[in-house]
C-alpha cells in the first residue's frame, strides 16, 4: 500500500487548528463568564446587616467574689439553715446533718439529704473540704458526692495524696471519666466545684433522646470538658439511662467521712 503522506500531513494540519479552536473558544467562553459573574455579584453587606439589638441580655450582678452567688442564683446553703434540705431517705426536715460555725457537716450514717427544690438544666456552685484528720485511704478518705439529679454523681473525695482508681478520684463522674488534671488543696482547705449540667431528654415513649453533658472546674481549672454521660451513676456494672422526670433534686451523699460544705448554690438554665 502506498501512503500520500502530504494528504496525511495536511490532515494533522486541519486537526491541530480545529483543537485550537476548540481551546480559544473555551478560554473565551470562561472569560466572559467570569465577567458576566462579576458583573452581577451581590455588593458586600454593611456591618450593620450583621447585627441586632434585640433580644436584650438580663442584667446580673456578680457576687462580689467570684465563688459568692450572682443575683439571679438561688442559694441552697449559705451557712445559715438546712432549711432548702431534706433527707433523702424518707423525706423527713429538717435534714439529719449538722451546721458548725457555718458550715454544713457530714453526720456519720444518717444518710443522704438533698434538696427540696428541682432541677434540669443548670449551673451549679458547691464548696467542701475535706477532714484534717486523717482517716482511712482511697475511697475510705474523706469521701461523699454531689449527684445531679439525685443520679449524676460528681465524685469529692480526699485524693489530694491518696491513691485510689482515676475515675473515682475527685472531680471524676463517677466510675465513667476521670478528672483531666488533679488541682485538689488539702485536707481542710476549700475546695470550689464550678458544674454546667445539661439534663437528658426522653422522647414520649421513654426512649433517650439526647444524653446528659457535663462540664467541671475545681478552684477554676477545668476537669471535666462537657463529657457525654452513660448514664446514671452506678458502683457496679454498666450505667443505663433510664427516663425521668425533666427536673429532680441534687443530692449531697453520707458515705461515713465527715466532709463540710458552704457556698452551695444553682442557676437553672
Given at each position: ?96 446533718w449538722k451546721i458548725e460555725q457555718g458550715e454544713l457537716v457530714v453526720q456519720k450514717g444518717t444518710g443522704d439529704i438533698q434538696s427540696k427544690l428541682s432541677f434540669g438544666d443548670a449551673q451549679y456552685h458547691i464548696e467542701w473540704s475535706a477532714p484534717t484528720e486523717i482517716v482511712g485511704e482511697g475511697q475510705g478518705r474523706g469521701n461523699s458526692g454531689f449527684f445531679l439529679m439525685g443520679l449524676y454523681e460528681v465524685q469529692i473525695l480526699d485524693s489530694y495524696e491518696s491513691k485510689t482508681y482515676t475515675n473515682g478520684q ?100
Open positions: 500500500m502506498k501512503f500520500d503522506f502530504p494528504i496525511i500531513e495536511n490532515c494533522i494540519l486541519k486537526m491541530k487548528q480545529k483543537i485550537l479552536f476548540g481551546t480559544l473558544l473555551i478560554a473565551s467562553l470562561g472569560t466572559v463568564s467570569l465577567a458576566f459573574a462579576q458583573q452581577t455579584t451581590t455588593p458586600p453587606l454593611p456591618p450593620q446587616a450583621t447585627e441586632f439589638y434585640t433580644p436584650i441580655p438580663p442584667k446580673v450582678t456578680p457576687g462580689a467574689m467570684n465563688h459568692q452567688a450572682p443575683s439571679d442564683a438561688i442559694v441552697l446553703f449559705d451557712g445559715s439553715s438546712l432549711s432548702n434540705f431534706v433527707s433523702a431517705k424518707d423525706g423527713s426536715s429538717p435534714a439529719p475527685a472531680g471524676s463522674i463517677y466510675k465513667q471519666y476521670p478528672p483531666l488534671v488533679n488541682p485538689l488543696r488539702g485536707p481542710g482547705d476549700w475546695n470550689y466545684y464550678d458544674i454546667i449540667f445539661k439534663a437528658p431528654r426522653f422522647d414520649k415513649n421513654g426512649m433517650l433522646t439526647s444524653p446528659a453533658t457535663v462540664t467541671v472546674m475545681i478552684n477554676g481549672v477545668l476537669v471535666q470538658n462537657n463529657v457525654t454521660l452513660k448514664g446514671p451513676t452506678e458502683y457496679i456494672g454498666i450505667p443505663n439511662y433510664k427516663a425521668h422526670a425533666d427536673a429532680l433534686p441534687i443530692k449531697l451523699q453520707d458515705h461515713s467521712n465527715p466532709v463540710r460544705f458552704r457556698n452551695i448554690w444553682v442557676r437553672p438554665l
